[in-house]
């Protein structure tokens, strides 16, 4: 269905083992559970200094997991009762309630991939702050349009959601995505202006998906063999017109953003990121462009930013 002949090829080899680390993940997930939150969460205003300042440093934002400054629940979202998606997990804070309303981030796997392998972001983010919805999809097979339309669905859930949809203001999105899924972040800033920031992870995309000006933090693998930076990662990168970064992992192959593989390499540009550009909390800026210089890194091979902090 791809109008690139060389990708379904790659593909199709690489595809075995794709579904076989998705098994694996999915088999070793554990029960989830539900909880309700304040409700004094419904009436707060934004108050986005609630993250104490003692708590925004390096060693903090690049932990793992749910090692944030709020506790984390999760809320299962069956296929049968999402819209519009393929089901999914919402992450959340359960202590948040100084902070008012909070941003919501929709997070989506690639091409023959499933939830399990985007999951980790859901309570990393979630426990500095965010409500958090990590997603299947339709079906493994969905093209990277398909997927914008998909994280729209499951932001508008999370919203509407009665446990969580009062503590999100509606205004303040963002969209993370692996592969097909970066392509599909790419589109959706496109078509949503509510999305204040995107994480392209080794993104792929075919077609024409328009102008993207949104905020943007590019995540590339320096051995990408499947949407090669040449022709998908770099192009996405330079065409962007508004504030953006790009950090290629070095050695890296077109999973290194998958699976936990480099949560703590990711974890403090990604976290500092959304709450910059969702938030607009500038006490982030410091983790970020040319305040920080990721390319000192030996896990870097290459790092770039224009028009941000």
């Not at 993940?25 to 554990?30: G, H, L, P, Q, R």
């Not at 003692?54 to 069956?78: C, W, Y």
């Not at 090669?228 to 330079?238: A, D, E, R």
């Amino acid at each position: 269905m791809l109008n690139n002949n060389f990708f379904p090829q790659l593909l199709t080899a690489t595809g075995a083992l794709i579904f076989s680390i998705n098994v694996a993940a999915v088999t070793s997930e554990k029960l989830l559970s539900t909880q309700v939150l304040p409700t004094s969460l419904a009436s707060a205003s934004k108050k986005p200094n609630c993250i104490a300042d003692s708590q925004i440093t390096a060693a903090e934002l690049s932990d793992t997991r749910d090692n944030g400054p709020f506790s984390v629940a999760s809320k299962h979202v069956p296929r049968q009762l999402s819209n519009g998606f393929g089901g999914g997990t919402i992450h959340y804070p359960t202590n948040a309630g100084g902070c008012g309303l909070l941003g919501g981030i929709a997070v989506i796997p690639g091409y023959v991939s499933y939830e399990s392998s985007i999951k980790w972001w859901g309570p990393r983010l979630a426990s500095w702050g965010f409500v958090v919805i990590t997603i299947n999809t339709n079906s493994i097979y969905d093209d990277p349009d398909s997927r914008a339309s998909q994280l729209s669905a499951a932001l508008d859930h999370i919203i509407n959601d009665t446990t969580v949809g009062a503590q999100i203001d509606s205004n303040r999105l963002g969209a993370i995505g692996w592969s097909m899924g970066g392509g599909g972040t790419l589109r959706l800033a496109t078509e949503r202006h509510t999305v204040r920031a995107i994480i392209p992870q080794t993104a792929y995309h075919d077609k024409n998906y328009g102008n993207m000006d949104t905020p943007a933090l590019f995540i590339s693998c320096q051995n990408d063999r499947i949407a090669f930076n040449k022709k998908h990662g770099n192009v996405f990168y330079n065409n962007a017109s508004g504030p953006k970064m790009k950090i290629e992992i070095k050695n890296g192959s077109h999973f290194c953003p998958s699976y936990r593989f480099n949560e703590i390499l990711l974890s403090k540009p990604g976290i500092a990121f959304m709450h910059r550009y969702i938030n607009d909390d500038t006490r982030f800026d410091k983790f970020l462009c040319n305040k920080e210089n990721y390319g000192n890194s030996p896990r870097i091979s290459g790092y770039d930013y224009k028009d941000c902090v």
